[in-house]
């Protein structure tokens, strides 16, 4: 069992510069903040505020220009690009607002994949996909290609497969940005039932103060630096968005 109190990502005065021809663009600022396991977080902000910046770098997929980033305690600025390749794979799960499955793939192929790269055995592999997918509502869907599913149930697919490999750690950037209100709803309670049930640690990227209320702290972001960082007490108010999710006892 994960010590929940453990500091799972901190960021010590971190900046991300861009050079934009002859401008310089400060994407952060001096950024400082910590996030310990079992945490549900919302990094929230307008456009150009500096979010998805920000979860670019917690998720190993680029390294700040100045400062500190640690994640398990290690610092990505130090690391080689193999070992932020490995370290992704087996640590992070990422939820995108586009759902990124290949077409002609089935959904249990689909989130076969990650578990392919880890070289997980083919019958643990097989295992755990398909667990995967049940915790998320779709064990009648196993063999459905993307084109068979709604844009909902395609987003499930997606987080089944950010699940595969049992990361510590969920990103989600704009998990329901493609989806109607009543799909999004699902799909959030699905992502708090992570959180809550199973401990995970969830990042969430959004602009939506709505599903911002899930998450049970608040980072808010403007011109890229932190602004307030504050727990949100409204997040257990959404206990009863789950009940259309079908409960299950382990996760992959």
């Known amino acids: ?26 994407a952060l600022k001096n950024v400082c903040i910590e996030i310990e396991h079992g945490e549900f977080t919302a990094i929230i902000g307008p456009s150009g505020s500096g979010k998805s910046t920000m979860m670019n770098l917690v998720g190993c ?45 089935t959904a249990l ?7 392919e790269i880890q070289e997980v055995e083919d019958d643990i592999a097989l295992e755990k996909a398909t667990e ?9 869907k196993l063999s459905n290609r993307p084109s068979q599913l709604s844009g909902g149930q395609q987003q499930r697919v997606s987080i089944a497969r950010s699940l595969a490999c049992d990361p510590e750690l969920i990103l989600a950037d704009e998990p329901t940005g493609a989806l109607d209100s009543k799909t999004g709803r699902d799909v959030m309670g ?3 039932r992570l959180w809550k049930e199973k401990g995970k640690t969830i990042v969430m990227v959004t602009h939506d ?11 808010v972001l403007k011109d890229g630096m932190v602004v307030r960082d504050e727990i949100n007490d409204n997040s257990s108010k959404n206990e009863d968005q ?8 382990s996760l992959v």
């Open 242 to 249: 789950n009940n259309n999710i079908p409960k299950k006892e």
């Open 61 to 105: 997929l680029d390294v700040p220009s100045k400062g500190d980033i640690f994640l398990k305690s290690r610092n990505i600025a130090d690391m080689t690009e193999s070992d932020l390749s490995t370290l992704r794979g087996k640590t992070i799960g990422f939820v995108f607002q586009q759902y990124n499955l290949i077409p002609g793939m």
């Open 190 to 192: 699905i992502l708090y």
């Open 1 to 26: 069992m994960q010590d929940m109190t453990e500091t799972l990502i901190e960021f010590r005065d971190v900046w991300k510069i861009y050079q934009m021809g002859e401008v310089q663009v400060d």
């Open 109 to 115: 192929e689909n989130v076969l994949l990650p578990l």
């Open 132 to 140: 995967a997918l049940e915790l998320v509502g779709l064990s009648d």
């Open 209 to 219: 103060m709505d599903l911002a209320q899930y998450a049970a702290r608040h980072i």
